[in-house]
């Protein structure tokens, strides 16, 4: 490429008040990490095959595929490499941007994602020790996948159809797929690259159903690769994005495999059928667990991807003069321009931090557990089920809030905010559905309303639920604390009215399942204020803290950011703090002008902020985002990429068009 | 084909109301119900005739050449019923609409551009001689055009364009030039390798003047070869979100000349000695951009229209959960939550389209009046169609998507046609205005009316007439909950955002700011108040026009759109409770009421969901959807959809022996 950066982009980085750096080392969780993202980053940078000449998005379907496994084998090597051997690491799933270059490499989805991230770590959480010593073998034979959901059932897990019954005359179980909707359905390289995978069936022995457990089982030849007698495998057709993810079905037509495949670290069968109970049912969901966790960080990241290509394209694009007089303004000066923008920028930054107090949670209750300790699964369930629903619904509202704040040239596909949306707002059904999960936080609510509604003890973080129910409400106060109080308010207020909604359907006769059901929208509004109090609470904590570790200058950046945040979703939320809080419609006026004072606080500093997320040219593919803000010479070289463009004329014309406008004359 | 499935069945069973009393309802009556379905048919009955692989499957190139294909035969088709009298330049958009609307060009067609932009400007902007020349030749088809307005570095900015269109006196010609790189025309359907003209706007310069943008008719290919002429450089821009087969070109001029006569003139002249003769009433583009607008709104229903079918067809299907254990698991479409994103998007389908309909009469007798010389109105209906096409591309766009996210990950699956319909729809939030700035300008509008509304001796124009009613009275009364309060207190809130946002920019004024900063400062709070102006329309429209149109229908359709509005109306309340809460009397009382009325209606409307969306009457072949089937095969679809993929014809993909077998081996 090469070129001069743009003039406004130069203008923007000097007005920068902080060191980037600083804030990139904080992003990347240290120096160390900045350092070795750049040293993969550059290592395969050097490996050509990885690039594209044409991009990926022109080819057919089948070469999309075919393109993306050429690539994965070639980045599973590196990773080998980088890894002495050893990529059955759980630690690969810490939160990261150490591999990001990868999001590069496939512009979309590598097929041996759930390979490398999920297989090899729920063989390693779930398989009792001889069978990692088994499995886990660096040269294994086994590209694998994870394979829970159907065709029938998604986040109902327990409605899953396909079985795994045992027969003890062959020390065996039998995998079938009973009907259509029982055909595994989704699970990413299932169709046509894992050989092997990790199956979620019904356990029957002797006709008992013991429900959900998970079983290794080998679906394609070795060496042929074609599926094994009684499977029927392929891949689901095209989707909205994750085009080279390879999502497949799989059937069983009573498939055996030897009783040792079942994964038995917290349960076993024995060899007569005898069925050894796990310690806690919820073990075997420890893999979902782990995924919603991790995914947090991931889409702080998509975040920062959509951040980073809005405000540069935004701090380039001129459009319309303020004044009639004056040289077009850039779009970035415009006010609802910044709106649509730092709010990007600050949940990103939400998003990061909130994901490493998650895994950090994740982490000490899983020390717990292995302690026999399972106290604190409840709350980090449900914890993680509300931020999951949450953050990917946040994260694809904003990324598509970026999109379209880049006008007509957000739909390009160069941009690359049509991939990014694709990709984020898929995490708002996959491993659990949005409304599913709000539900469950729900239920983890409203058993601590019933204490406080009888008075009973409530743990330390539902302590302000006793204050709600004694009206121990304090004056309002416009600030950052004052606004927590006021979203617990919120939290308090949402999880009465519904409590009260579903007492009075069983009052009335009803169900409890369908009083349930008739309190659920107003169940989920509570779980979703809930998530976002601690977001905004852990958020505001975490800044306040690592302000006092960073120099004075980035302090000043970081906690406008962070009262942005607050003062958005004060604002969003205004009517919530009208009708639970101690707010009035005056402070709502001074929250509103505190708001507009801090976009034009943070204006002088956007560009710095997304220059501070460090993604380099490579991992955004964006004719807009690029470092060099060369926006309109990147769209017109991406554009003479279109294969359509390497015809003078396309053929199409003398087929089709030419006989439709001749033929009046001939 | 296989059964019905049964649940549907059930669910069909239950409806409440006659399905084809309703269709013709909407329709505007049984003729036109039986018009709409004889063009269907004939789209749909020879469909065989060029039946293909999915084109999703097909790489970028090969999609473009597909659509190609099926645009040639859509337009052949379209030239029979030309030759047999039964459509002309006066009905031809209807006759297109319903033709786009049940072709299967998911990626949409290139030629449609000559329809929807080429011909009516030369309709609209040539004069009575151009219209002679070209008007004829484009009708036969015997030249593509394509419209090439917007460039690389300007968009709903249009004052901002830079290419240039200079008179050349000495051989009466116009020189055409894009002096940058930004100036490039980008966007034009159908520019990149499909039209051979093009309507282009460009900067008018006559006698070293600049008399800013014009329309001038360019041949840009040669009509035999389709090589591209001297002067022009063309090309395709590239891959997009969606619509990849509408051929979206870059166009760039170096000299290239043109014959005077091809200025659109119809408007303004240049003379022969280079005289600029200005249009005498420079409002009148305004005209073709307020019917472009209207035209975005009906599209926008029917997309919502095809999301809210296949959404509330799977959700009666798909059956999840038990909620008591040993009974068999619920429909979705049980659970409220699930009718939380779905009824107010059928509610939604219903008032966008009565809505857009009355906007459609509406300016078309301002249209008349503007012909006989009365403008008064028209910065009313420009004002109107801004804040109507920004928000119903964006209540479109979100109940898609609410739709598409509320099938789970199948809503994800390209086969379902969720994913195509949302990325069709949200690019309308983009083009032919964004939003922000559309709404800005309908902003501009309130301030103005509100800023002279104390001095207004007259009436205001009907559509702001109630800010006067709203501000003389206020909100003093105690809130009631009903579908009349709730349409005052939007207009309540409308009045009160405008009120304070003029009141804010009058502040910053005093204390030195220019107004155009002090515009920029309040412009977050503007297009609020856009927004709510716009959400009084849509409500008060919507709730008028079905206590007009049910006056002689049965009592059984009365019903359910009576439900359908109140929901519609409860709905956005709670929505918008924040502006509630804020400007008018309502409490935490009347709240909880309102909650509780809201789920009330989903469960009344529950059981004539199905029926709400079969009366949409889109046909399989329209919805193109493995989840919205009429007959709720919505399994066997999704399976017979997979098998499909040329990746599933091979039981082993050759990257096996290739990459996967090598690395395995430890050879790669």
New interface residues.
């Given amino acids: 490429m090469g070129g001069r950066v743009n003039e406004d982009l130069i203008k923007e980085r000097r007005k920068c008040t902080f060191d980037i750096k600083e804030l990139t080392h904080i992003i990347d969780c240290g120096e160390e990490n900045t350092i070795k993202r750049k040293q993969i980053d550059n290592y395969i940078l050097n490996i050509k095959e990885l690039w594209d000449d044409v991009p990926e998005e022109y080819l057919s379907h089948k070469e999309r595929y075919e393109n993306a496994i050429k690539k994965a084998f070639i980045v599973l090597k590196v990773l080998r490499q980088l890894h002495t051997g050893n990529i059955q690491i759980t630690d690969h799933r810490t939160p990261t941007n150490v591999y990001s270059i990868q999001d590069g490499i496939f512009r979309n989805v590598n097929p041996l994602l759930i390979h490398i991230g999920l297989f090899w770590s729920t063989i390693a959480a779930q398989a009792s020790t001889e069978q990692q010593a088994e499995w886990l073998q660096p040269d294994s034979s086994m590209i694998g996948t994870y394979v829970q959901t159907e065709l029938g059932h998604g986040s109902f897990i327990r409605g899953i159809e396909t079985t795994a019954t045992y027969d003890s005359t062959t020390d065996e179980f039998i995998l079938h797929t009973p009907r259509l909707s029982a055909y595994k359905w989704w699970p990413g390289g299932l169709g046509n690259t894992a050989n092997a995978c990790l199956v979620m069936a019904q356990l029957y022995i002797n006709g008992t159903c013991h429900g959900l457990h998970i079983f290794l089982a080998q679906i394609r030849d070795f060496d042929t690769h074609k599926p094994l007698p009684g499977i029927k495998v392929g891949e689901i057709g095209p989707k909205m994005g994750f085009n080279t993810a390879d999502n497949g079905f799989l059937g069983f037509d009573n498939h055996r495999i030897p009783r040792t495949n079942m994964l038995m670290k917290n349960v076993q069968v024995l060899r007569d059928g005898t069925y050894v109970k796990p310690k806690h049912d919820k073990l075997t969901y420890g893999s979902m667990l782990l995924t919603r966790v991790t995914l947090i960080s991931d889409l702080a990241y998509q975040l920062s991807k959509a951040a980073t290509i809005a405000v540069r394209y935004s701090a380039v694009r001129r459009q319309s003069p303020i004044k009639s007089n004056e040289p077009e303004r850039q779009i970035l000066d415009f006010v609802s321009q910044q709106h649509k923008l730092f709010i990007t920028i600050a949940s990103s930054h939400v998003y990061r931090v909130v994901g490493l107090w998650m895994w950090n949670s994740h982490k000490r209750v899983t020390a717990d557990i292995h302690e026999g300790n399972m106290g604190q699964l409840p709350e980090l369930h449900a914890l993680a089920c509300c931020l999951k629903a949450i953050s990917s619904r946040d994260a694809s509202a904003l990324v598509e809030q970026c999109r379209l704040a880049c006008g007509g040239h957000g739909y390009m596909m160069a941009s690359n905010l049509p991939q990014i949306y694709a990709y984020t707002t898929a995490a708002v059904t996959y491993e659990g559905e949005y409304t599913v999960l709000l539900l469950q936080t729900a239920r983890y609510l409203v058993k601590f309303w019933r204490l406080a509604a009888e008075h009973k003890p409530l743990p330390q973080n539902f302590a302000y639920f006793e204050d709600y129910i004694k009206k121990n409400f304090e004056q309002w106060r416009n600030s950052p604390e004052g606004i927590i109080e006021g979203f617990k308010a919120i939290v308090a207020g949402k999880t009465k009215a519904a409590y009260d909604t579903l007492q009075c359907n069983l009052r009335n006769g009803r169900e409890f399942e369908e009083a349930w059901n008739m309190a659920s929208v107003q169940l989920t509004n509570a779980s979703e204020a809930y998530a976002r109090s601690l977001l905004c609470e852990v958020f505001w904590k975490e800044t306040v803290q690592l302000s006092t570790k960073v120099s004075k200058s980035l302090a000043i950046v970081l906690e406008q950011l962070a009262e942005l945040y607050l003062m958005y979703w004060a604002l969003e939320k205004h009517g919530d703090l009208l009708l639970y809080s101690t707010i009035s419609r005056n402070d709502i006026e001074a929250l509103q002008s505190r708001y507009e004072e801090l976009l034009a606080l943070i204006r002088p500093n956007a560009v710095g902020l997304v220059d501070a997320f460090d993604i380099r040219d490579e991992v955004l593919c964006s004719t807009l985002g690029a470092y060099d803000g060369r926006v309109y010479e990147r769209m017109m070289e991406e554009a003479s990429k279109s294969p359509l463009n390497e015809d003078v004329v396309n053929e199409s014309f003398h087929k089709y068009i030419r006989p439709v406008t001749m033929k009046n004359k001939l | 084909m296989g059964q019905m499935n049964e649940d549907l069945k059930r669910e069909r069973e239950k409806c409440s109301f006659n399905m084809n009393d309703l269709i013709n309802l909407m329709d505007g009556g049984p003729d036109k119900t039986k018009m709409r379905r004889e063009r269907e048919d004939i789209m749909i009955s020879r469909r065989d005739a060029y039946a293909d692989i ?1 084109e ?7 999609q ?2 597909q659509a ?2 099926k ?2 035969y859509v ?2 088709l379209l ?1 029979r019923l030309q030759h047999e009298g039964k459509t002309n330049l006066h009905n031809y958009r209807d006759v297109m609409a319903n033709f786009l609307r049940s072709s299967d060009v998911g990626t949409g067609f290139p030629i449609a551009i000559h329809y929807i932009m080429f011909i009516p400007t030369i309709m609209s902007q040539a004069s009575e001689e151009q219209q002679a020349q070209w008007l004829q030749r484009a009708w ?5 055009g394509s419209y090439a307005q ?1 460039e ?6 249009i ?2 364009l830079e290419t240039t269109a200079t008179y050349d006196p000495s051989t009466k010609e116009f020189v055409l030039n894009s002096p940058t ?2 100036s ?1 025309k ?2 034009g359907g159908g520019l ?3 039209a ?1 003209y093009a309507i282009v706007v460009a900067q008018l310069y006559t006698k070293g003047e600049c008399h800013g943008v014009h329309l001038f008719i360019v041949q840009l290919r040669d ?1 035999e ?4 002429l001297p002067g022009i450089k063309i ?7 969606a619509l990849n087969g509408v ?1 979206n070109g ?1 166009l760039g001029f170096n000299n290239c000349r043109i014959p005077r006569n091809q200025m659109l003139m119809k408007h303004s002249q240049v003379l022969e000695d280079g005289t600029y003769v200005r249009s005498p009433n420079s409002k009148l583009n305004y005209g073709a951009m307020v019917f472009t607008r209207v035209v975005i709104a009906c599209d926008m229903v029917n997309y919502l229209s095809k999301a809210a079918t296949i959404a509330v067809r799977f959700s009666a299907v798909r ?6 254990a040993g009974e068999p ?1 619920s429909q979705i479409l ?5 009718q ?2 779905l009824l107010p998007a059928v509610a939604a389908c219903y008032a966008l389209k009565v809505t857009a309909g009355k906007l459609w009469d509406t300016f078309s007798i301002v249209n008349e009046e503007m012909i006989a010389g009365n403008y008064e109105r028209l910065p009313e209906i420009h004002a109107l169609s801004c804040c109507l096409k920004a928000i119903a591309t964006r209540d479109a766009a979100s109940f898609i ?1 609410t739709c598409r ?1 509320a099938c ?2 199948h ?5 379902s046609n969720l ?1 195509a319909t ?2 069709n729809a ?2 309308a ?3 032919e205005g ?3 700035v559309l709404l ?1 300008q309908t902003a501009r509008f309130l301030a103005k009316t509100w800023q002279d509304i104390d001095n207004e001796n007259g009436k205001l124009t009907p559509t702001v007439e109630y800010l006067k009613t709203a501000k003389v009275k206020g909100y003093s009364h105690e809130w009631v909950n009903s579908v009349e309060n709730i349409v005052y207190g939007f207009q309540v809130v409308s009045m009160r955002k405008i009120a304070s946002c003029v009141k804010s920019m009058q502040t910053r004024v005093a204390s030195g700011a ?1 107004f ?2 002090a ?3 309040a ?3 503007l ?1 609020s108040a856009a927004e709510a102006h716009c959400r009084v329309m849509i409500l008060s429209t919507f709730s008028s026009e079905i206590k007009e149109m049910t006056r002689t229908t049965s009592k059984e359709i009365k019903r359910v759109l009576e439900q359908i509005v109140t929901l519609y109306a409860v709905y956005w309340a709670l929505e918008r ?6 400007y008018t009397t309502i409490t ?1 009382a009347h ?2 009421n309102l ?2 009325w809201y ?1 009330e209606l989903l469960t009344q409307l529950r059981p004539n969901a199905v029926g709400l969306v079969d009366a949409f009457d889109l046909r399989d072949e329209m919805l193109q959807s493995t989840l919205g089937a009429y007959d709720g095969r919505v ?2 679809r ?2 017979e ?8 014809a091979e ?11 090598p ?2 081996q ?1 050879k ?1």
């Fill in positions: 999915p999703e499957y097909l790489s970028y190139k090969e473009y050449e190609v294909k645009s040639a337009f052949s030239r036969d088809c015997n030249i593509v917007t690389l570095g300007h968009g709903t900015f004052r901002g790189l930004t490039y980008w966007w990149g390798q499909t051979n009509e070869t389709h090589m591209p090309g395709d821009v590239g891959l997009k979100m051929n870059f059956r999840q959960c038990q909620s008591k698991e049980d659970y409220l939550t699930q939380h994103k998507e996210l789970g990950g809503g994800f699956t390209y086969s994913p949302y990325c949200v690019a939030c983009t083009y964004e939003n922000t800005l220019t155009e900063d515009w920029n400062m412009s977050v709070q297009v409770l924040s502006d509630l809460l804020q935490g709240v909880d909650r509780a789920e399994y066997e999704l399976m959809a997979a098998l499909q993929s040329p990746l599933n039981p082993v993909n050759y990257t096996f022996q290739k990459y996967l077998k690395f395995l430890g790669l």
